[in-house]
């Protein structure tokens, strides 16, 4: 179903509020870039507009309050469960005053719960979610450099490539997070002690 342009404002508002007080210059910036690469997923894949982009706008905002500047990927990797059960709770705030249905609130709440669980990533609406927003963090141009101490990019792009690009599954998604990953890989600073 598509989604309408007056209840995406809406959404978008909500989450950016919130967003902007997340992770410092990376869950605004990465969130945009994930809703940006989860519309193109649906032109190619197809999917239900009014689950899938709340989901995306949404999905990050249990960073709220958990993590300041310069963090390393072992702190954020702790702090990764936290961040969907609190994302959870704050989405079904959000959504609940808006016009959804409870069928609706419950599959995007559920999304923001599970997004970053991968072994868990199963049905398409989850894929697509994992999709989005793994292309809005390899896609630097869009979502810039982040608030990741410079010492665990390498920590991260290890991690991308042994546990996400295994799971990427549309044409879409898997060649562009190629495309971005080798180029991210190429601008790291060749002092970096873990390379992938
Ligand atoms: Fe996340
Ligand atoms: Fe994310």
């Not at 989450?15 to 410092?24: F, Q, T």
């Not at 961040?83 to 599959?107: C, F, T, W, Y």
């Not at 970053?116 to 199963?122: L, R, T």
Request: glycine residues 6%; contains cysteine.
């Amino acid at each position: 179903m598509k989604l309408d342009r007056a209840l995406e404002e809406k959404i978008k508002q909500k989450a950016e509020e919130v967003l902007i007080k997340c992770r410092p210059n990376w869950d605004l910036p990465h969130t945009q870039a994930a809703v940006y690469w989860m519309k193109q997923l649906i032109e190619h894949e197809g999917g239900d507009e009014r689950i899938l982009i709340p989901a995306i706008y949404l999905h990050d905002i249990g960073y709220y309050d958990l993590i300041g500047p310069g963090y390393t990927y072992q702190q954020l990797r702790q702090i990764k469960p936290k961040h969907m059960i609190k994302g959870e709770k704050l989405a079904r705030q959000i959504l609940n005053d808006l016009p959804l249905s409870e069928k609706e609130v419950k599959e995007i709440t559920h999304l923001v719960r599970i997004h970053d669980d991968i072994p868990k990533i199963e049905s398409f609406n989850e894929q697509m979610v994992f999709e989005a927003d793994c292309l809005g963090m390899i896609d630097r141009e869009k979502a810039g450099v982040g608030s990741l101490a410079k010492e665990s990019v390498g920590d991260f792009l290890q991690s991308f490539k042994k546990r996400r690009m295994p799971k990427l599954k549309s044409k879409l998604a898997r060649g562009k997070v190629k495309e971005f990953f080798e180029k991210e890989k190429n601008e790291i600073d060749k002092s970096t002690p873990i390379m992938v």
